[in-house]
């Protein structure tokens, strides 16, 4: 089954941000700061968010982009690389990554590590170069073009320039712990096939993220419990050029429908956990969003849907459900306060932006 789908443009109210917390500009250091803020100064405003890793299955960071998407000028900075050590994981940017924030209209500020810390065979603690992230904030605030402008201008005339001070640094950082790093030659092998030209970055990047896309069809991950385990790749495609390569976690097919089902787990509790839905959430608003949504070529409607599963829980809801169904499950499972009003934002994130919630057991 290959499914196909276009983005022409993003339309979406974000409901269950959280409030972020105000840093003075002059106090700001990328590595002190909450993983997402805001940094205001007398003359302007901007939200940022910080990634761990480049690889967006670690740590969360669509959930720290979605915290910051209320806010009109958005900067995210993600590591070229990030290197854990010789008995660990390396891991690239990708371009599919940089295309999804031009497409969310967030900034990405390239940046790398410059200092980390010995545990065992491998380093952590890794911390960014703040001078050269404060400096290309600060160039951020003065830039008066789209996000899409600025990304590809720095993938276009700096990328190969922080490539190169990442591996002067992890150089630095391999002497001073002791710690074996990875063969540099696989950073000048990627710097080489990504060559100076985006195209480039493009086509080696998407051969990269199809075949992960494949490996993941394959496996079906121990914490998914899906009520079937039917998985299916999706293409997506947008007008900035982008290619998306995702895997939905389950589709139905129906004679004129197609659901794209999402979906998030917990053994433990009521609820997945809140990063875990915003983690969701971020790859629903591009299932909203698909216009000309193909399956195996032959074009078909399309809904998408966030799945929430727990052991625990008695009965389902979805958000088209009516208020008394809804009261009723909420009360037979016991949900706190909190739990309550994080489902009815959710309720309301989805009746705003076109997509359905379902609220159910698993066994």
């Known amino acids: 089954m290959y499914i196909t789908g276009t983005i022409t ?7 269950l941000a959280d409030e972020l917390q105000i840093v003075n500009e002059k106090e700001f250091d990328i590595n002190t700061v909450p993983s997402a803020c805001i ?6 405003s901007f939200a940022v968010s910080r990634w761990v890793s480049p690889k967006r299955t670690r740590s969360y960071p669509y959930e720290r982009v979605y915290n910051t998407l209320n806010i009109s000028k958005k900067i995210t900075v993600i590591p070229v690389v990030k290197d854990e050590g010789a008995a660990g994981d390396r891991d690239f940017i990708q371009w599919d990554t940089v295309s999804l924030m031009s497409l969310l209209d967030v900034f990405v500020i ?37 996000a899409l402008h600025w990304n590809l201008n720095e993938l276009n005339n700096n990328l190969h320039n922080v490539l190169n001070k990442a591996k002067s640094c992890y150089n630095e950082i391999e002497k001073s712990t002791g710690v074996k790093l990875h063969n540099p030659n696989g950073l000048e092998n990627f710097q080489n096939k990504i060559g100076r030209d985006v195209s480039l970055f493009m086509d080696f990047s998407r051969g990269k993220a199809a075949m992960a896309q494949l490996r993941e069809f394959r496996a079906v991950q121990p914490k998914e419990r899906l009520s079937t385990l039917t998985k299916a790749n999706i293409t997506i495609t947008n007008y900035l050029g982008g290619v998306y390569f995702f895997t939905v976690d389950e589709v139905v097919i129906t004679k004129d429908k197609l659901l794209l089902i999402e979906e998030k787990h917990s053994s433990k509790s009521l609820l997945p956990s809140k990063g875990d839905i915003k983690d969701g959430l971020l790859k629903l608003i591009l299932y909203s969003n698909l216009s000309e949504v193909s399956v195996s070529g032959k074009k078909i409607k399309c809904e998408s849907i966030l799945q929430l599963t727990s052991l625990r829980l008695k009965g389902s809801i979805s958000s088209s459900d009516k208020s008394e169904k809804v009261e009723t499950f909420l009360k037979e499972n016991k949900f706190s306060p909190v739990q309550k009003k994080l489902i009815s934002n959710l309720m309301a994130e989805a009746k705003s932006n076109n997509f359905t919630v379902i609220i159910k057991q698993v066994k």
Do not use: C, P, R
């Open 9 to 15: 443009g993003i339309k979406y109210k974000v409901g």
């Open 110 to 146: 390239f940046a790398y590590y410059d200092k980390a810390n010995k545990k065992d065979k491998k380093i952590t603690n890794q911390k960014y170069d703040a001078k050269y992230v404060t400096q290309k904030l600060k160039e951020i605030s003065q830039y008066h073009s789209s």
């Open 39 to 44: 940094v205001q100064s007398h003359k302007h």
